[in-house]
C-alpha cells in the first residue's frame, strides 16, 4: 500500500509559478516510478509529467514541456512539480500517482495509488 498526499495548489495569474509536492508513505519510496496527471473542468484526466524511481528519467506531456520540471527527493519521500509560466489552460485539479508495477507512463491505468488531488487555478 502507498499513500499519496499532495500540496502546494492554489490561485496564480497567467505567467506565474507554482510548486506542487507529494509526500508518499506506506512503501519503499524509491522503489516505484511515480507521476503527475490533471483533470480540468469537463474533460478527462491527463497525463503531465512522469518520474523513474530513480529521478534519472522523465517524460513531459507536450503541453508543459519547457514550462514544467518533474523532481524527487527520495530520503523525504516527496515528488514535485514545479510550474513556471502557467497559462489559464493549465487550470485544472492535479493530481500524483505511483506506478509500482512498471508500466506505460502515458497511462492512467498503470498507475495504481492515487492522491486525493490539488486544485490549481490560473487566472488570465
Known amino acids: 500500500q502507498v499513500q499519496l498526499v499532495e500540496s502546494g495548489g492554489g490561485l496564480v495569474q497567467a505567467g506565474g509559478s507554482l510548486r506542487l509536492s507529494c509526500a508518499a508513505s506506506?512503501?519503499?519510496?524509491?522503489?516505484?516510478?511515480m507521476g503527475w496527471f490533471r483533470q480540468a473542468p469537463g474533460k478527462d484526466r491527463e497525463f503531465v509529467a512522469h518520474?523513474?524511481?530513480?529521478?534519472?528519467?522523465?517524460y513531459y506531456a507536450d503541453s508543459v514541456k519547457g514550462r514544467f520540471t518533474i523532481s524527487r527527493d527520495n530520503p523525504k519521500s516527496t515528488m514535485y512539480l514545479q510550474m513556471n509560466s502557467l497559462k489559464p489552460e493549465d487550470t485544472a485539479v492535479y493530481y500524483c500517482?505511483?506506478?509500482?508495477?512498471?508500466?506505460?507512463?502515458?497511462?492512467?491505468?498503470?498507475?495504481?495509488?492515487w492522491g486525493q488531488g490539488t486544485q490549481v487555478t490560473v487566472s488570465s
Open positions: 500517482a505511483a506506478d509500482t508495477y512498471g508500466g506505460a507512463y502515458y497511462n492512467e491505468l498503470d498507475y495504481d495509488y
Open positions: 506506506g512503501r519503499t519510496f524509491n522503489s516505484f516510478a
Open positions: 518520474i523513474s524511481w530513480s529521478g534519472g528519467t522523465t
